[in-house]
């Protein structure tokens, strides 16, 4: 079951079939106001996931950047540094998209651990009434 745009993104991110669960995305219905709830292992796993994606994210900056360092023409005439144009302006766009990705899972990733501060705090807080002294 997908449940609203966040389901959809993660998704879109690890597919259909997410861990092996059919498509099943963490966290209960109930939500509203573009709001979904979930319990906090549900969050800390789903931060996971996210910072698992940052990671290959990063890995692949560091693949682009190897690539355009080590970039060069085939040879000396015009077509090879044709090619080595051409091939850096594609690389440029690549590098460009990863930088934006790897800025908005970042930005992501933090707004979830707020998110997981807040919901302990909130847990905790609505728990102490009912602890013994």
Same mark, same amino acid.
């Given at each position: 079951?997908?449940?609203?745009?966040?389901?959809?993104?993660?998704?879109?991110? !690890?597919?259909?079939?997410?861990?092996?669960?059919?498509?099943?995305? *963490? %966290?209960?219905?109930?939500? %509203?106001?573009?709001?979904?709830?979930?319990?906090?292992? @549900?969050?800390?796993?789903?931060?996971?996931? !996210?910072? #698992?994606?940052?990671?290959? /994210?990063? @890995? #692949?900056? &560091?693949? /682009?950047?190897?690539?355009?360092?080590?970039?060069?023409?085939?040879? @000396?005439?015009?077509?090879?540094?044709? *090619?080595?144009?051409? $091939?850096?302006?594609?690389?440029?766009?690549? +590098?460009? +998209?990863? &930088?934006?990705?790897?800025?908005?899972? +970042?930005? *992501?990733?933090?707004?979830?651990?707020?998110?997981? $501060?807040?919901?302990?705090? $909130?847990? +905790?807080?609505?728990?102490?009434?009912?602890? $013994?002294?």
């Amino acid at each position: 079951m997908i449940i609203g745009e966040a389901g959809q993104a993660v998704q879109a991110v !690890w597919g259909g079939d997410i861990l092996g669960q059919s498509g099943r995305v *963490y %966290g209960g219905g109930g939500g %509203g106001g573009g709001q979904f709830k979930m319990d906090p292992e @549900e969050l800390a796993s789903v931060i996971g996931l !996210w910072e #698992d994606e940052l990671d290959k /994210i990063v @890995e #692949d900056k &560091d693949r /682009i950047n190897f690539i355009i360092t080590s970039l060069k023409a085939p040879g @000396e005439d015009v077509v090879s540094g044709g *090619y080595v144009s051409t $091939t850096m302006d594609s690389l440029s766009a690549l +590098q460009a +998209q990863n &930088d934006s990705m790897l800025k908005y899972v +970042q930005n *992501y990733v933090k707004k979830l651990k707020e998110a997981q $501060t807040k919901t302990v705090a $909130t847990d +905790q807080g609505m728990a102490d009434p009912f602890r $013994t002294v």
